[in-house]
Structure formats: C-alpha cells, structure tokens
C-alpha cells in the first residue's frame, strides 16, 4: 500500500511541478508584463476544477523574465480530503524553479535549478478503505480519467521512433520532506522522511549525479552516484553507464553497469547486489515483524531487454543455520515473463525447533525440535505454463529420536500437481518422542519400541493425492507389535482406503506400561492376542471391513474370538461377524476397569449377519452367566436418521444377582439397605431433599428408538422373585411405553403398565399397577426374606403427572395408591434388624413372629400432594389408625397415627413431621392430656375404621378386621382404655428412638 502511496504522491508533486512549469512557460510567452498574484484566484479555480481540492498560496509568486528566468512560490497548501485527519493533505513552504529561456527555442532544455523545500504530507485512507489521493474532478466521470490517463501516457513519452529528448539538470534539490501514511487496515502510522535529494550536472557530457538521504519509519535510506551523461541517456548508439551504491535500510546495495539504450530500454547488462545483516529490517520495511534470521547477499546480473530481462546468474544466501540457511543458484532466461527458471535450491538448519518464533509469529504453532533439516531441489519451467520441482531431497531429525526422508518431485508446483514422492520415518523407540509430544499435545508417549514406515504419494488437487505401497511397523515381540500395510487412492476425499492392519502380542498383560501412559488402569494378564483387520473402501461412503480375525486370551481368563465381515463399518450394515466369550469369572479384566464384580462363569455367543445396507440382526444370541441364561435375537439398523434396536429376548431363569452379584456382608448392591436399629441415615442432596432432580435424559431417549421383548420363567429381580415374567418396552420418537408388564408372584399376579412421552419439553407420565395376593415370601425373596415373612399383599396405583425430572413428575402425580396388607407375619428377629427393637415392641408378637394382621394404605393424590383416605394397622389387640397428607413436592410430612389396644407407647399418638430427608415423630401435642386420649380411643376411633373399608372388595379379609377392630373399640371398658400407667412416661425419648429412627431409615433409603 505505501509504495503505490508513494508514487501516486510523487505523481501529483510531478504533476503540480509541472503545472508550475507550463504557467512559467505561459508566462513567458502570453503574459509578459503582468503580475501572476493576480493569476491566484485562476490558478485556485483550476485547482478546484481538476481535483475538488482547494489550493493556497499564501506568499507572492516571484517572477522574474529575462535570459535566466526565475519562478518561487511560498507559502503553498492543498486541502485534505472532508473526512482526513489534517486540514491540508500537502503543505510546502517554497518552490523555485530557473530555467535558460532561449534553451527552449532549441532541443535540450536547460533546468539551472529546481528546488522544493518543506514539504509535510499525509497519504490516508478511512475506514472504508478510501483514499485521500481519490480526487473529484468536475464534470469528468472515472472512465473519463482513466481515458485522459491513458492518452498524456500514450502521447507524451518516447515511442522508439527517435532519440529520446531530456532536460539538463544542473542543480535539483528536494529537501525537508515528511509524508505521513495512515491505513487503519495495516495497524501504526508509517512515515516517510526526506533529508536531502540532490541530482544534477553541469553540461550534457557531465554524468548525472545523484545523493539521496532519507529514512523509512526508523530505516535509514541512503544512495550516491551517477547515471551517464544527458547525452548519452538519449543518444542510443551510446551505452549509459549506471554506478550506484548506498545503505537502504540497513542494506547495502550496489547497481553497476549500463544500458545500450536507455530510452527504448534495450542492452541492458547490469550487475544488482545487496548485502544485509539481519533480514527481519528487510521484513519491518514491508510492515512485518519477524525475529532475526540472519544476514543475507544476493547477486545478479540483468541482462538483455525491458520485455526480455534474464537473471544469469542469480545467487542468493539468506539466513544462518543456526535457525535457517538458504540459498538459490541459478538463472532466469526472461524474470519478466517468469520463463525458462532454472534454480537449485537448499535449505539447512540445524534444529527446525529454532524456527518455532517464525512459526508461531505466522501460525500460532510452534516446530517440535525434531532435529537438523537438509533441503534440496531444483525449480525448472515456466510460471505462466509449468514450473517444476526436480530431485527433491528433504532429510530431517537424528538417529537417536526421529528420522524423516523424503524424495521425489512436483511436476506443477502451482497447481500442485504431478506429486511423485518417496517418504521414509524411523525412529529406534517412539517413546524417545515423549517430550515433544508432552509438549505438543501434553500426552507423553511410553516406549513401544522401534518404528519404520515407507510410503509413496502422488497425484495432485486436480487427479487426486494417493497414497501407496504404504508400510508402517512398530513396537517389540515382547510387548506388541503392529503392521499396517496398502494405501489410500485419495487421501483428500478419503476414497479408495485398502489398508490391512496385523497386531500381535504374546502377552497381552505386558501391554499394562503402555496402557497406564494414558490411564490409571493397567491391562490383566489375559493371554496373547492375535488381530488380523483388512479395511476397503471410501471413509465418506462405503467402508468395508473385508476380514476380521480376532483372538484374544485363554479359556482360563477370558476368551474373546471374532470373525467375520462388515460390508459398510459407517452404516454398521452388511455384517456378518461370530463372536464368542467365555471366562470363568469377569473379576479377571478389573485391573483395566477396577470395580467389575466377580461375574461368572461367563459364556457368551452369537453371529452378526445383515446384507449391505439394511440392519444387522443378531441371530442366533446366546449367553450363559453364573446360573442365569438369556437367548434370542436383535436387530440394529443404523440406516435411517435415527438407528433403532428390536429385540426378542427369554430366558430360563435370570437371576440379578448373576449380574450383580451381592456385595460383601450378604445382600446385592442394587438391595443393601441402610436400615439399623437406632434408624438409617438419609442421603439427602445437596439441598437436602432426597428425590432426584436431575433432567430426565430426554436427548438420548430421542436418538434411538426401540422394540424390545422379554419373557422369562423365572425373574430374580434385586428384591422379587418372579415367574411367568414379561415386559415389552417400546421407544419412538422419545415416546416410552411399558406395557405389558406382567408376572406372578408367589401365588399372585403382578400387572402394570408404563408411559413417558420425552418427545415434549414437559414429558407426560402415566403409571397403572395392579397386584392381586402378591406373596411376600417372593416379594422380598431377593433381600433374602423368604423365609422370614409370609402373607399375600395387594397394590392398586393409578397416576399421572408430567415432569422433565423426577422431583417435577412427582410434585405432580395425580392419582390413587392402594395397599393392603393381611394375615402376614415377619420374622421378629429380621422385622428388629430393619426396623429396630423399639418398633418391633409396639406390634403384637406370637410364637417369635411379628403379627400384621391387616393393614390399609389408602392415598388421593392430586398435583403431588397426598392425602390418607384410610390408614389403617391392625396387630394382634393393636390397631392403629393414620390420618393426614405427604407432600411431593416439598417432601414434606403430615402425618398422626392414633393407636389403641396396646399399653405403653402402643396408647400414645403420634404426630409425623418434617421431611423425607430429616423426618420428626413425636407424641401428639394435642392427645398429651389423658382425658384426651381416652377420648380418642372410646369416641375417635370407631367412626374413622369404618372409611377404611370403602375401596376395598367385598370378600376382603382386612374388611373383617375392621368390623372387628370397631366393635372392640367401642366395647371396650373406659377403665381398661385409661389404664396404661407409662402413658406419659418419658414417650417422647421411646418414640423419638423407635419409630423416629425406623422412619429415618425408611426415607433415607
């Protein structure tokens, strides 16, 4: 931008020059004896006129005619453009210029003197990239201006026709100059300053001399010497001598020779050279901050015509190798054209991480130092047709780390195409990689023994860049070692892969110090592994795995074999893989997944099959885990917008323990219970309530949809024993439905169903569960209870709500929950250990098992919020009745239990507070006084029994208990229901430590 800056300027200073000449000249002839001062409104109008400028002259023009004339001007000022940044855009303090007048009568005018001082001048563009120097003419559109332009240069200057026809000039001088150039786009101000310029002789024979003392920004620029005589410059039988020396920016520079004809630009032979210590000033010239590179010479000779040049020879040495050495050598039959470039190139440095300032100054990345790098090549042909890369030979990094070596050539470097290159890599451990990598990627890589690869690339952008005869080998015999052998037809586009990959290990267990490189984990000691992969096609179409052949471990570890193929690996369509896995127990892989539990024995088989694009099915599928077996068939299909499973899966038996098995001390994971006999402990979150509130994965739920069956005759769940167990669970679109599901249990039956539809922002949610004499024993048999209870349970749930997580879904559940349960027992020893011995206390006993004659949990509910329809217990001569509502959404509890029958703590009420994470169970405030409780007993009870049998069925057991529990009630004497003496004794403490702690460890888990 400054240079086309610069000369657009120095073009309108010439231009104003010359308009000071021909209003001289006109002078002269037209108006010999009148005063230019008058002429200054003219001369600013036609100022205004040719550029929309306005132009001043503040001091008085001097004229002076006679043999020597003499014009001076002071004071002179042109406008800035509206929007710049100063008023004026050129300031000059004085203009003189004298001149022979009788010499422009003959061929030669003759110039004594010209001399421009105190020029200040900035050269702008605005944001808009406008620049100052864009005047506007009157009446003249650009395409008017481009013509003129074209014309005054057509016209005007030498045609070849004849000599060419210059001035004397004895004595030019420019001196005081400062132009300021100002580009938002390319960052800081630059300035330009002019010390001195002088040119000039003293006759036509004298040779024209030139002084030149000047700085760009900080960069001195300084020139002498002479260019040939006047007549010489336009005599073309006479070559013009050149001889120029001088320091440009910290650059010595050097032009000698001549020009046969100057004029007509023919007979050129001219030696150029420069010499430079750094070639970062050279860089800073150009705007451009780069660190130091070294110093630089470069040498040549132009010879022949101005449409015709060639450069022979050319030398260039640039750089130090300490960072980077370059140097070229050659010729350029025609550098105007670009044409018959012959030039040997070579690059060396010592370590490429030197040049990491460079890099990381142009890039933002940094070279790993891999070591010395030694160049060469040959630059041959034409820039306009082809220009060529010959016997390139490129060697980087040591022995010791890394060595890359590449050769070959590039037909077209422009259009980069021709690529024919041979590239080698070794390295005697890739783990002596590890730093640089760590520094690079911040991953270190462990020693994994020796590497080699060779590989040839051709083509081009045009054809295509293709990889072939590729080979890569690494790692060691003891540990692991890897082959990948074929090539790639367009890496670009990723087509035509054929690449066979072959890994081997002895041992796989010795792959653990690699492993632990990347992670914690470590690898067990499972067997040798033997891998053989052959992969065809495109990465962006179809990519076939053509052979797939792996075996890994032993029978005694694990065993995991697969053969097969894949038509399309991006699909996962076209399959048809046998896989099989057997161990004796899984706890063998947890070194590489620490936490897998002592699984086992394991054996799992099946085939994947499918045609090319349509779903894999997996047909036949079987597997047998500890005493569980699971049988069927699934099928994938991965072809459409969104991939979906259908399964059709049965079992004999499965049992979740098989699968998770029970942890130490007895009961599974999935079942270990926090209750103890002083209560549980709750886990509660961080804002102390204990349903979750984490969103409902609603995004995984809409990226795959499902179909899945499952039948088995017998279903160990984490807490129930089923039989006759099916579910089908169906996924659409983030639609879910559950339904059937159906099993018998002991000897009732189980039926539900379950809807959530995650394609809305606020999922509906539907649940409907019935149970119809429900046994216990199988309820409960996984927590190993199935010998210490007994006795049929009934459950009828009918809810619905809506909810993006689980704590939202039940602050808005509306609905019924019905539970009822009768003639069960419970193993006092196990109802103790759950639920504590204070609690145990309050309930009849017989024969060393807990009675639980009846009881009724009757709840509406309506946005969350719980309301007791019936609560009802029935215990031996124990009754108690529990009225009031449990919060969802706030968790909340508020809840009165009256009981009755009983002495001690089974006659206090109790009233049930606070929260599912810190619940409170205290006496009954309002039942303290005796005379209240007795009321209770003898008038409040009888009338709430009889609520309790409004939804159950006629035939009800629990519907003859509370006839019978009413009738006792009211026939009991007012003396016995008063007589307990420890009524008031201390119950709180009782209560607090029995039922408040039962409660904790019922809500907490």
Sequence with gaps: MEHGIMRRFIKILGGFLAVLVVVSVGAIVYILNIDLNDWKPEIQSAVKDATGRTLVIEGPIEFELGTDTRLKATGIALSNADWGSRPNMVEVDSVEVS???????????????????????????????????????????????????????????????????????????????????????????????????TLGSQSETDPLKLNLDAAFDDLDLVMSGERGSLQTMTDSGQPTPIDFVGNLAGIDVAIQGQIQDLAGQEGIDVKVSALGEELANVAQIAGIDVPRLGGFKVDATLKGDGDNLSVNPLVVDMGSPDVIHVTVNGTIENAVATEGVDLAVMVKSNQVGNLSPIAQKFSGQKVPALGPLDVSLNVRGDLADELSVEDLSLNLGTQEMVTLAVSGGIKDIMKQNGIALDITADSPELGNLSPIAKEFSGQSIPNMGPMSMTAKVNGGMEAGLGLTDLAVDFGKPETIQVQVNGGIEDLLAQKGVDLSVKAVSPEVGNLSPLVKAFSNA?????????????????????????????????????????????????????????????????????????????????????????????PITLD??????????????????????????????????????????????????????????????????SDGRLIPNDPLPLDVMKSVNADIEYKAATFVAAVAELTDFEIKIVLEDGKLDVSPF??????????????????????????????????????????????????????????????????????????????????????????EDAMGDTLAGLLATENGWVVMDCTVLDYDLKDGLMETKAGYTASGPITVITEGNINLKTEEL????????????????????????????????????????????????????????????????????????KEQVENAPAQQQSAPADVLKDPGKAIEEGVGGALKGLFGN
């Design 99 to 197: 001149l022979k007048l009788f010499s422009l009568l003959g061929s030669t005018p003759d110039i004594t003197l010209a001399h421009v001082d105190g020029v200040r001048a900035i050269l702008e563009k605005n944001e808009q990239g406008v620049s100052n120097t864009q005047f506007q003419t009157a009446g003249a559109s650009d395409a008017d201006m481009k013509s003129d332009a074209g014309e005054s240069h057509s016209g005007g200057g030498y045609s070849g026709g004849g000599d060419l026809v210059l001035p004397i000039l004895r004595d030019v001088r420019i001196a005081d100059v400062e132009v300021v150039m100002k580009d938002p786009a390319l960052g800081p101000d630059r300035v330009f300053t002019l010390t001195e310029l």
């Design 522 to 614: 470590s690898v067990p000691a499972l067997g040798p592994l033997n891998l053989n992969l052959k992969v065809a096609g495109d990465a962006q179409d179809v990519l076939t795995l053509s052979q797939l052949d792996l075996n890994l471990g032993t029978e005694k570890t694990l065993l995991v074999e697969a053969k097969g193929t894949v038509t399309d690996l991006v699909k996962l369509s076209g399959a048809d893989v046998a896989f099989k896995v057997i161990s004796p127990n899984l706890s063998v892989l947890s070194d590489l997944a620490p936490g897998i539990p002592p699984i086992g024995p394991v054996d799992v088989s099946g085939s994947l099959k499918g045609d090319n694009g349509k």
């Design 620 to 685: 036949p599928f079987t597997a047998k885990i500890g005493g569980s077996d699971i049988a069927g068939t699934a099928t994938i299909d991965a072809t459409g917008d969104v991939p979906s499973i259908v399964a059709r899966l049965s079992s004999t038996r499965f049992d979740i323990n098989d699968v998770n098995p029970p942890a130490k001390g007895g009961a599974s994971k999935a079942s270990t219970s926090g209750g103890t006999t002083g209560g549980g402990t709750s886990s509660a979150s």
């Design 742 to 831: 159906k099993a018998g249990v002991g000897a009732g039956t189980l039926d539900g169903a379950l809807s959530l539809d995650g394609s809305q922002d606020n999922p509906s949610v539907s649940v409907s569960i019935e149970g119809k004499k429900m046994g216990l024993e199988s309820l409960l048999a996984g927590a190993g209870m199935r010998d210490k209870i007994v006795g049929p349970l009934d459950v009828n749930i009918d809810l619905k709500g809506a909810g993006a997580s689980p704590r939202a879904i039940a602050g808005s559940l509306t609905g019924n929950t019905l539970v009822s349960l009768y003639d069960s027992r419970v193993l006092k020893k196990a109802f």
């Design 894 to 965: 508020n809840l009165t239990a009256k009981p009755a029958g009983g002495g001690g703590l089974t006659s206090v009420p109790l009233s049930i507070t606070g929260t599912f994470a810190n619940p409170s169970v205290i006496p009954d405030p309002k039942a303290i006084g005796l005379g209240i409780v007795t009321g209770l007993l003898t008038g409040g009870i009888a009338p709430a029994l009889l609520a309790v049998v409004g939804d159950l069925p006629a035939d009800h057991p629990c519907k003859k208990e509370v006839e019978e529990s």
